[in-house]
């Protein structure tokens, strides 16, 4: 993330300010612009403003900004904490799509419809409850179960499913990457022949394959050629995992960078879509000094580790195939 100064006074502020804390200014932000004072040269409030504390300037009908426009279906607000969570999962949802604006993928469709859209769900309630609801990716459109915005609940699943990482932006983070394998890839035959050799054949049956690792866990010897375990399930997930590593590694070093965390005179000053134009290879090196001191701090202060991830050659190449994807990076 950026560094961010009121536009009025100058003093510091916070991607997710509503107003300066300085200063007192209403502030609205926009994708490409950054922050401007509220109400100042055309800019209006997103109609979620009052609801969630949305900070982003409307762009669309209805008054939404360009993130809550993507949200097609949200929680159902009589329930007790549902308000909390779909705020949780916005101010999340932002930050994505700030970076996905700055790296130059669309959001929209052919047609200029927000696409991918979130669908954002709770869990039916009641004395006859239904299924609960599957977090995933169909067709542009992901689902979210809210109760990833509750802390402990993704805690227990994360242990549950004996995952060293879990959390809310890493989801939405993987979610989306299915979402641009159909967009970039899935039509292009050109890339599924470059992706094919070092993610495999996507073409394997998915629900036999997330089957077989829920039954048989994964390969031994994965930490060798997989990001996570649960990236030997399918290459559709191994694409989406590394994906989202990919911009977990983006979007920290742009903050480490914006707060001079990282010293690299070849990298200083560079913002997410100029790094994202840099080799994985040249990233590399800095992005595992980095974790790896951050590992120490997050320890601690008596936390896990901040980057329970090995990055070995056979991932950093795959992390340099999904870059290579990216607008920025051509």
Same mark, same amino acid.
């Not at 949780?88 to 929209?108: F, N, Q, T």
């Given at each position: 993330?950026?560094?961010?100064?009121?536009?009025?006074?100058?003093?510091?502020?916070?991607?997710?300010?509503?107003?300066?804390?300085?200063?007192?200014?209403?502030?609205?932000?926009?994708?490409?612009?950054?922050?401007?004072?509220?109400?100042?040269?055309?800019?209006?409030?997103?109609?979620?403003?009052?609801?969630?504390?949305?900070?982003?300037?409307?762009?669309?009908?209805?008054?939404?900004?360009?993130?809550?426009?993507?949200?097609?279906?949200?929680?159902?607000?009589?329930?007790?904490?549902?308000?909390?969570?779909?705020?949780?999962?916005?101010? $999340?949802?932002? &930050? =994505?799509? @700030?970076?996905?604006?700055?790296? %130059?993928?669309?959001?929209? !469709?052919?047609?200029? +419809?927000?696409?991918?859209?979130?669908?954002?769900?709770?869990?039916?309630?009641?004395?006859?409850?239904?299924?609960?609801?599957?977090?995933?990716?169909?067709?542009?459109?992901?689902?979210?179960?809210?109760?990833?915005?509750?802390?402990?609940?993704?805690?227990?699943?994360?242990?549950?499913?004996?995952?060293?990482?879990?959390?809310?932006?890493?989801?939405?983070?993987?979610?989306?990457?299915?979402?641009?394998?159909?967009?970039?890839?899935?039509? $292009?035959?050109? &890339? =599924?022949? @470059?992706?094919?050799?070092?993610? %495999?054949?996507?073409?394997? !049956?998915?629900?036999? +394959?997330?089957?077989?690792?829920?039954?048989?866990?994964?390969?031994?010897?994965?930490?060798?050629?997989?990001?996570?375990?649960?990236?030997?399930?399918?290459?559709?997930?191994?694409?989406?995992?590394?994906?989202?590593?990919?911009?977990?590694?983006?979007?920290?070093?742009?903050?480490?960078?914006?707060?001079?965390?990282?010293?690299?005179?070849?990298?200083?000053?560079?913002?997410?879509?100029?790094?994202?134009?840099?080799?994985?290879?040249?990233?590399?090196?800095?992005?595992?000094?980095?974790?790896?001191?951050?590992?120490?701090?997050?320890?601690?202060?008596?936390?896990?580790?901040?980057?329970?991830?090995?990055?070995?050659?056979?991932?950093?190449?795959?992390?340099?195939?999904?870059?290579?994807?990216?607008?920025?990076?051509?």
């Amino acid at each position: 993330m950026r560094r961010y100064h009121c536009p009025s006074c100058g003093a510091e502020i916070w991607f997710h300010n509503t107003a300066c804390l300085s200063c007192g200014t209403g502030l609205a932000f926009l994708t490409g612009r950054g922050f401007g004072p509220l109400g100042t040269g055309g800019t209006s409030a997103c109609a979620n403003r009052a609801v969630i504390g949305c900070n982003w300037a409307a762009t669309g009908p209805g008054g939404l900004c360009l993130s809550c426009a993507q949200s097609t279906v949200i929680p159902d607000l009589s329930v007790p904490g549902n308000g909390r969570r779909w705020a949780r999962i916005e101010r $999340d949802k932002r &930050a =994505l799509i @700030r970076m996905l604006d700055a790296l %130059g993928l669309p959001l929209h !469709d052919a047609a200029g +419809a927000p696409a991918p859209v979130f669908e954002l769900r709770g869990d039916p309630i009641g004395p006859a409850p239904g299924p609960k609801v599957i977090t995933g990716h169909a067709h542009g459109t992901i689902t979210l179960n809210i109760a990833e915005a509750d802390d402990a609940e993704r805690e227990r699943i994360r242990a549950e499913m004996g995952e060293p990482y879990r959390t809310l932006a890493g989801h939405l983070r993987h979610e989306v990457a299915h979402h641009y394998w159909d967009v970039l890839v899935a039509s $292009d035959p050109g &890339a =599924l022949d @470059r992706l094919r050799p070092i993610f %495999g054949d996507e073409r394997a !049956d998915y629900g036999a +394959a997330l089957e077989r690792h829920y039954r048989e866990g994964p390969p031994p010897g994965w930490e060798a050629t997989h990001v996570t375990a649960y990236a030997t399930s399918h290459p559709w997930e191994d694409f989406a995992d590394t994906w989202a590593h990919l911009f977990n590694i983006l979007d920290s070093m742009e903050t480490a960078l914006a707060y001079e965390l990282l010293h690299d005179d070849g990298l200083q000053g560079l913002e997410i879509a100029a790094l994202a134009a840099l080799p994985v290879g040249r990233l590399a090196e800095r992005w595992i000094a980095l974790s790896v001191a951050l590992n120490a701090v997050n320890e601690a202060m008596g936390h896990g580790s901040f980057n329970p991830f090995v990055l070995r050659p056979a991932v950093l190449e795959k992390l340099e195939a999904v870059r290579r994807l990216l607008p920025v990076a051509n």
